[in-house]
């Protein structure tokens, strides 16, 4: 249950009627609003945060093998009168740049996602995540962010994603990608309630709700 103290207030009724309108200027006393024990649990954020990075990569694979076979087909139909010898070594020559075309997909995909769709690539998109500079929750991530976080999941791929444990093992659940860029994720239902809280022009006072965003410890403001 949501418990809220106002320092002057004769009556409760009266004061739940005002905080649905804004109220500055209504009291110069601060108020405070402290969030209900049933708060997101960061488990189940991180578990999406798992299921949006294997979508991801799942369409990163389609997308390269999609560009494999489509210049196959442009083989077989622009250079048809190439003997099927000649063909199989440009299949085979293409298999050995495959690892090439592969990279470049990748950190292609992860980058323009983040830098030309606010934070968001189509994984977090289905799982209702969004990735966020550590500075703000209402700024969009740089291109150095974008590149760095791209870097970092990168190198978590390539050498086995290993680095991606840290996640499971910090409470926080941030990871080697959050450190590394400077940048951590939210959930959009944690960016609604920060809004919200904004908004009302109250204060969390349970800054565990969002422990991935160092910015909620900012959210204390008093009412004018």
Same mark, same amino acid.
């Given at each position: 249950m ?7 207030c004769l ?9 649905r ?11 405070t ?11 189940s954020?991180?578990k999406?945060?798992?299921y949006a990075?294997?979508?991801d990569?799942?369409?990163? =694979? ?6 494999? %076979? $489509? #210049? ?6 622009y /250079?048809?009168? &190439?003997t ?10 293409l298999?050995s ?6 990279t ?19 994984g977090?998109?289905a ?5 966020l500079p ?17 870097m970092?999941?990168?190198i978590?791929? =390539? ?6 444990? %840290? $996640? #499971? ?5 941030k990871g /080697?990608?959050? &450190?590394?860029?400077?940048?951590h ?5 944690e960016?609604?309630m920060?809004?919200?809280?904004e ?6 006072t349970?800054?565990d ?11 204390s403001?008093?009412v004018s």
């Amino acid at each position: 249950m949501t418990k809220i103290f106002p320092s002057e207030c004769l009556f409760r009724p009266l004061f739940d009627y005002f905080l649905r309108w804004p109220i500055s200027g209504m009291m110069n006393e601060r108020q405070t609003l402290t969030i209900p024990k049933e708060k997101v649990e960061r488990r189940s954020i991180l578990k999406r945060r798992v299921y949006a990075f294997t979508l991801d990569l799942t369409l990163i =694979f389609l997308v390269n093998k999609a560009l494999h %076979l $489509s #210049f196959m087909s442009f083989v077989d139909t622009y /250079f048809f009168h &190439f003997t099927n010898q000649i063909k199989s070594d440009i299949s085979f020559n293409l298999l050995s740049i495959q690892f090439l075309t592969l990279t470049l997909v990748f950190n292609g995909y992860f980058f323009l996602s983040y830098y030309l769709n606010k934070g968001q690539s189509p994984g977090k998109i289905a799982f209702n995540l969004r990735v966020l500079p550590n500075h703000s929750t209402s700024e969009e991530l740089s291109a150095r962010e974008c590149v760095t976080r791209t870097m970092s999941y990168f190198i978590c791929w =390539f050498v086995g994603f290993w680095p991606f444990a %840290l $996640s #499971f093992i910090r409470k926080d659940s941030k990871g /080697f990608p959050d &450190f590394l860029s400077n940048s951590h994720v939210c959930s959009i239902e944690e960016l609604e309630m920060l809004a919200s809280l904004e908004d009302s022009g109250l204060s969390a006072t349970n800054n565990d709700l969002f422990p991935e965003d160092p910015v909620s410890i900012r959210f204390s403001r008093k009412v004018s």
